[in-house]
């Protein structure tokens, strides 16, 4: 796996040269850039277009959107969460 920024030069010089990848996994923030940028299209056409598909499933799926239109899908949802020994305290 690419350091982000290597990644990011990487898929910079790849739209550039015509040659975008179809897919690409990220997370959020480094990838918003990209989206900004014209660098990635929106997918509302085919996410409206599946059937059966709800991004309502996905509560995360609202940090992929920029101006009101999903850029990306949630691979996974993650639950942060802390466990601790109440003992110790």
């Keep these: 796996m690419l350091p982000f920024d290597s990644l990011k030069q990487k898929l910079d010089t790849m739209v550039a040269g015509g040659e975008a990848p179809d897919v690409v996994f990220g997370w959020p923030t480094p990838f918003a850039q990209l989206w ?36 990306a899908i949630p691979f996974n949802n993650t639950a942060h969460l802390m466990v601790y020994n109440k003992t110790l305290f």
């Design 36 to 71: 900004t940028n014209d660098r990635i299209i929106p997918l509302d056409h085919y996410i409206d277009n599946e059937p059966g598909f709800n991004l309502d499933d996905l509560p995360i799926a609202k940090q992929f959107m920029y101006q009101g239109k999903h850029f």
